[in-house]
């Protein structure tokens, strides 16, 4: 999967699965507090910060496996500085990134326009909520309010991952620092990108 990488499209998703897991440790507790404001939704809102880093990597990298192993490696790195759900936090980052992963897959890593990336964060969170349905026991619940909570959780995904994902390589892409990464060849029209 990686042999056709450049070391430097390694080292900058490394970067942001490093800085997306502390992150995404960090939102864990605004999602506490914001639970106890609102309640259980309050998860569902927030969801989609918990995907961003695989659009954001494949936005910017456009290769094969971006997204699944930026996701993946978000999660262990928010799993070694301590979150209390330890290593079966892994497996919903695997399940998150092969969400997005699809999505790009399904174009043929051809197409990164904002309704595509609309759909990998969608495909995340529509993974993301199949694993949550077994393993947290949602078939408990009422079905209105599953059905409440899948539909806030896509939203959350389409929105906050999708569109602030885009949003995020935009702007670092306007800095100038991207030059040389494939959304940059994208930008100057190179169709190889």
């Known amino acids: 999967m990686l042999k056709s990488w450049k070391l430097k499209e390694a080292v900058l998703m490394s970067l942001f699965a490093v800085v997306f897991g502390i992150v995404y440790l960090l939102f864990v507790h605004v999602s506490n507090i914001w639970a106890a404001v609102i309640g259980p939704l309050a998860y569902e809102w927030m969801f989609g910060i918990w995907f961003i880093v695989s659009i954001i990597c494949m936005y910017i990298i456009r290769k094969p496996g971006a997204a699944f192993l930026s996701e993946t490696m978000a999660a262990t790195i928010e799993v070694l500085i301590g979150n209390a759900v330890g290593p079966r936090l ?3 980052g695997v399940i998150q990134g092969l969400g997005a992963e699809a999505v790009f897959a ?5 197409h990164f326009n904002i309704l595509v990336l609309m759909l990998a964060g969608i495909g995340s969170a529509v993974f993301s909520f199949v694993y949550g349905y077994f393993v947290s026991g949602y078939a408990a619940l009422d079905p209105s309010f599953v059905a409440l909570m899948f539909t806030i959780r896509v939203l959350s995904g389409a ?11 935009d702007a670092l892409l306007a800095t100038g620092s991207l030059r040389g990464y494939a959304i940059a060849r994208a930008k100057k029209g190179d169709v190889n990108a």
């Open 90 to 92: 892994i497996l919903s």
């Open 106 to 110: 399904l174009t043929r890593y051809q």
């Open 159 to 169: 929105i906050i991952a999708g569109i602030g994902g885009k949003y995020i390589g």
